[in-house]
């Protein structure tokens, strides 16, 4: 089992940046793959990026240059939002993956960007 928390989300002009962290707990060197999701209201949650356990990164072409995603240690990771754009409003989700293929998610943590 694994257990992720998020936190960091807020309100924020166009142009600004945000910060967020997820930090897991449990099974944590299990962690094969984390990242971040996105779902705004009537979409479908998308992958934001990820990050694997070697450092490996991929980016959904709209953050790309915009959004890093990085891991501090294996239970901590961040997503640094820059240039925040109206359509970034979403709820952000942290995601993990372990070694046995399972998926787990946090609570989520909502993002607004105004314009």
């Known amino acids: 089992q694994v257990q992720l928390v998020e936190s960091g989300g807020g309100l924020v002009q166009a142009g600004g940046s945000l910060r967020l962290s997820c930090a897991a707990s449990?099974?944590?060197?299990?962690?094969?793959?984390m990242g971040w999701y996105r779902q705004a209201p009537g979409k479908s949650r998308e992958l934001v990026a990820s990050?694997?356990?070697?450092?490996?990164t991929n980016y959904a072409d709209s953050v790309k240059g915009r959004f890093t995603i990085a891991r501090a240690n294996a239970s901590t990771m961040y997503l640094q939002m820059n240039s925040l754009k109206p359509e970034d409003t979403a709820v952000y989700y942290c995601?993990?993956?372990?070694?046995?293929?399972?998926?787990?998610w946090g609570q989520g943590t909502q993002v607004t960007v105004s314009s």
């Open positions: 449990g099974s944590i060197f299990s962690i094969v793959t």
């Open positions: 995601n993990s993956r372990v070694t046995w293929g399972r998926d787990y």
């Open positions: 990050i694997t356990s070697g450092g490996s």
